[in-house]
């Protein structure tokens, strides 16, 4: 493993295996995954803090996976409140018959089906804070706030990085393994490597002022996660409830072409209340104005996500509208998906190839959410979101492509997610239980190669083992359902696409790297080129072996 960490070796120039630039949700997910797999990082943020502002307010269901992964989920949940996960199109906002609409996020029911969690509605700045707590008590590393990067140079085996602490002047110099531009939608690092953005900026203007009021009894007991409100006097204004504490974000159109000093000369605090308590009839409503600032939809793709050791994620990558409220789950499924890899690649278990495959894996999926995000109105994508949030399949040179398609099942499927354990897919959720504790598959991922067995294992451990003996990388769990893990509903065998035997080799990020639906004759052959395969190091006589492995049965599987 690493030797270099962050501990200053002198008082100006530090050492660390990963540097991260941005402490937003991206880049403390970043932080966490890779201090989870034993790499220290330092995360660098220009502000004092984390955002102080909600801004993202929707936590999808696959976010909420990762948070449960982290061990937590329930305290992102405290950030939340009672919400109807729909939006509402509403005349005023005490409108007794509201037009329901989708935002994208699924009923508990509709997720309970499909998930060990659901989705929530928490603040941004409720669920920063947390990350931060949560990378801390790791001990992997460290946070500097009102530390800026400003400049960097990228080299054959690193990065030398300029940093700034803004409230003293200091420079430090940091050398890094690699470096995450995890630094927003205005990325410097992106710019500083000249990787263009591709696609509009300018699908509207909005001012979005930031206030507190109580308006329990103008919403009444249904609260909706975003209203639309139509007045009759020009376009619809939004209003998006954003915490517990009585905090709501009214959002209004701009004309074009108006700059900050135009938009704050027309919308003094005196306006923005008289506009509050028109939207809630209420003239004599007491609003306090937070803050306010001017914000433009755009949808936008960086041209690529990386350059030699430097890498973007989350809003640095891509950029799209609140339309289906995907930016910020994106952002924290990119970060789940490159920590592992790095720190796999910084570890020796992996080798470059593992973090080349976060482009390819993630690239299509920002591309994808920042077109749906382009659709007017509610946004494009499934009623539930179900589908875009868990139902990416990736394709790169470390997932094993069997060639096999979409379950049958899946077609026209309500809800819009059908469960699917093809490579390349998220490993699907199941309930198992070992003695009187009830865990899901999910909840045997995070840390290492898994390989989830459909009844006895005993063939596959003796494989496991040989094949740690003789070849480097990361160790492969065994886990049989059936034996030591009860199928407590009996669905896993059908839901993995398992026979007796078969087995499902899962990645730390959750994603399905390799399926043998039945036992192959030749289990300590066909395991070392899988694992071969996922974590970079695959010949293409491995891929040979992978594509002609013949099961016990006989048959030959599914091949590519
Ligand atoms: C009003 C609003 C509503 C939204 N609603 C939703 C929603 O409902 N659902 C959803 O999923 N998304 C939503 N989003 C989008 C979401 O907020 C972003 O997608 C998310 O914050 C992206 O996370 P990130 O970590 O990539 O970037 P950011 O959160 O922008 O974090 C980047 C950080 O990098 C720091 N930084 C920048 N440059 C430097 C530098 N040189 N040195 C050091 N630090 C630097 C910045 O200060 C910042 O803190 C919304 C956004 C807005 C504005």
Known sequence: MDEIDTRP?????????????????????????????????LVVERHPSTSI???ATGVSTRSMEIFRSFGIDEEVRRGGWGIVPRQATVRWLGDPEPVEGALGFPDA????????????????????????????????????????????????DGVTATLRDRIDGTVVTVRSRYLVGADGHRSTVRDALGIPMEGPDDLGQFISILFRADLSTVLGDDVYGLYVIGGDAGPPTVLVPSGADDRFVFAIPLLPGMDAAATAAAFPPERCIALIRDAARRPDLDVEILASNAFAFSAQVASRLRDGRVILVGDAAHRMTPRGGRGMNTAIADAYDLGWKLAWTVRGLATEALVESYEIERGPVGRRNVALSMVPGEGGGTDDGLLEDLGAVVRSAVIVDDGSSEPASAAGADPSYWPDARPGARAPHAWLSIGEERLSTLDLFGRELVLMVAGDAGSWRTAAASVAESMPGPAVRIRSVGRWLRDTDGTFAETYGLSDGGAVLVRPDGVVAWRMRSAPTDMRRALAAAVAVATGRGSDADRDVLSGVVSIAGAHEEAA
Do not use: K, N
């Open 9 to 41: 070796t002198a008082a100006t120039r530090l050492e660390v295996p990963v540097l991260i630039v941005g402490a937003g949700p991206a880049g403390l997910v970043t932080a966490i995954s890779l201090a989870r797999q034993g790499v220290r990082s």
């Open 53 to 55: 502002f909600p801004r």
């Open 109 to 156: 029911d509709v997720a309970a089906a499909v998930s060990p969690t659901t989705a929530t509605v928490s603040p941004q700045d409720h669920l920063e804070p947390v990350l931060v707590d949560h990378y801390r008590s790791l001990g992997m590393g460290e946070i500097r706030f009102s530390t800026e990067l400003v400049f960097f140079e990228g080299e054959a």
